[in-house]
């Protein structure tokens, strides 16, 4: 779905497959700030920590990629193998 609730770098994204680069700055467009599913989606993260290659800039409902993450700095577990398989097919 292409709804441009998003902007990189200060551009309007509709491309739900966009891959961010560090240095990138992703922000949710001021249209977009009021509605439900973005305040609840908010909510629901709070007192969760941010990864260590995202900064967040919650005043301005924004974010910064760091760098690329690693797979160290992923926390939750993932068999890799599964996925390679799900792919294969």
Do not use: C
């Amino acid at each position: 779905m292409r709804h441009r609730h998003f902007a990189v770098n200060g551009k309007n994204v509709d491309i739900p497959s966009y891959q961010v680069r560090p240095g990138d700055e992703v922000q949710v467009r001021e249209k977009s700030r009021e509605m439900t599913v973005i305040k609840h989606s908010l909510d629901s993260r709070k007192g969760q920590g941010v990864p260590d290659w995202l900064e967040l800039r919650s005043e301005r409902l924004a974010g910064r990629v760091l760098h690329v993450p690693t797979r160290a700095s992923i926390g939750v577990p993932i068999n890799e193998q599964l996925i390679v398989e799900l792919y294969s097919k």
